[in-house]
Nanobody, 119 residues
């Protein structure tokens, strides 16, 4: 299957930028799309953005125009460029890889990376 590891989180002032990276390994050729989710304390994990094999990107309304998801051609890394950060963008960000291997759907989560936005 596929293993993913997130990095790039940290403390940033409101209005600032951060770039998160999700490094993928294993059977990355079997991936169909990869996503970024955010989970704030006490809240459910929510989809922020995802990108497909054809590099089609989709975003939650709350981040449109501020966040950009991108990937390399080999599915080895997916990035989330976050700009104009707001306090409500804070939380743990998780990468999710989804695909199909030998006829079976699979998905993998990373351990997450924390984003803290100071006002």
């Amino acid at each position: 299957q596929v293993q993913v590891v997130e990095s790039g989180g940290g403390l940033v002032q409101a209005g600032g930028s951060l770039r998160l990276t999700c490094a993928a390994s294993g059977s990355t050729y079997a991936l169909n799309f990869m996503s970024w989710y955010r989970q704030a304390p006490g809240e459910e994990r929510q989809l922020v953005a995802y990108i497909t094999t054809s590099s089609s990107a989709n975003y939650a309304d709350s981040v449109k125009g501020r966040f950009t998801i991108s990937r390399d051609n080999a599915w080895k890394a997916v990035h989330l460029q976050m700009t104009s950060l707001k306090s409500e963008d804070a939380g743990d960000y998780y990468c999710k890889a989804e695909g199909n291997l030998n006829g079976r759907d699979f998905h993998s989560w990373g351990q997450g990376t924390a984003v803290i936005v100071s006002s």
